[in-house]
Nanobody, 121 residues
Framework: QVQLVESGGGLVQAGESLRLSCVASGSIFRVNSWGWFRQAPGKPREFIAR???????QYHNSVKDRFTVSRDNAKNTLYLQMNALKPEDTGVYSCDLVGVQSRGLPVSNYWGQGTQVTVSP
């Protein structure tokens, strides 16, 4: 079973930066995509950023020029560098890994428990 653990959240002021980490444990045969979602209070979870199989990165328009998603394969870790944070970036950030645990098995979706990011005005 693949487990994901996020860290790096916290309380910051608008304009400041944070870096989130998501560490994966357990064996996985192929990662189709690995990314970040955010859920703000009272709102549905929304896509923020991801890295897909060929290394391409994708971003929500609202963060495209401020956030950077990256991956360290040696450390089995996904990062989200968040710069110029805004109050509307507040929410619980969860990482999502879509992949195949073993050859022949179907594609599965794994989620971390999330880390809280709060941006004050």
């Amino acid at each position: 079973q693949v487990q994901l653990v996020e860290s790096g959240g916290g309380l910051v002021q608008a304009g400041e930066s944070l870096r989130l980490s998501c560490v994966a444990s357990g064996s996985i045969f192929r990662v189709n995509s690995w990314g970040w979602f955010r859920q703000a209070p009272g709102k549905p979870r929304e896509f923020i950023a991801r890295i897909v199989l060929d290394g391409t990165t994708q971003y929500h328009n609202s963060v495209k020029d401020r956030f950077t998603v990256s991956r360290d394969n040696a450390k089995n870790t996904l990062y989200l560098q968040m710069n110029a944070l805004k109050p509307e970036d507040t929410g619980v950030y969860s990482c999502d890994l879509v992949g195949v645990q073993s050859r022949g098995l179907p594609v599965s979706n794994y989620w971390g428990q999330g880390t809280q990011v709060t941006v004050s005005p």
